[in-house]
């Protein structure tokens, strides 16, 4: 078992910037890609982003391309999500989860982990 805690959220207005943690306990934590979704009101959640469980690749939703910067610290267990340039569009609830397959990917159905989701709003 993986556990996951997002934090980090929060109301930020247009333009502005937020950082969202998500902090992991259970297995070990370099087994595992991590991946970002969001949750935003009335629709389906969608993939973000996603890191392999090294760092060395990444895998961005085109919406949040240029704008959003996945990383990770495999010795303190956590990845971090660093959002500029935020837009309204982007509110939503953020999740991380935790796959632990061979390659990275951006289907949540392979994503074994899940975090309780941290709330971020933009306003205009």
């Known amino acids: 078992q993986v556990q996951l805690v997002e934090s980090g959220g929060g109301l930020v207005q247009a333009g502005g910037s937020l950082r969202l943690s998500c902090a992991a306990s259970?297995?070990?934590?370099?087994?595992?890609?991590m991946g970002w979704f969001r949750q935003a009101p009335g629709k389906e959640r969608e993939f973000v982003v996603t890191?392999?469980?090294?760092?060395?690749?990444?895998y961005y939703a085109d919406s949040v391309k240029g704008r959003f910067t996945i990383s990770r610290d495999n010795a303190n267990n956590t990845v971090y999500l660093q959002m500029n340039s935020l837009k309204p569009e982007d509110t939503a609830v953020y999740y991380c989860?935790?796959?632990?397959?061979?390659?990275?990917?951006?289907?949540?159905?392979?994503?074994?982990?899940w975090g309780q989701g941290t709330q971020v709003t933009v306003s205009s």
């Open positions: 890191i392999s469980s090294s760092g060395r690749t990444t």
């Open positions: 989860a935790a796959e632990d397959g061979r390659l990275i990917s951006r289907s949540e159905g392979r994503y074994h982990y």
């Open positions: 259970g297995r070990t934590f370099s087994n595992y890609n």
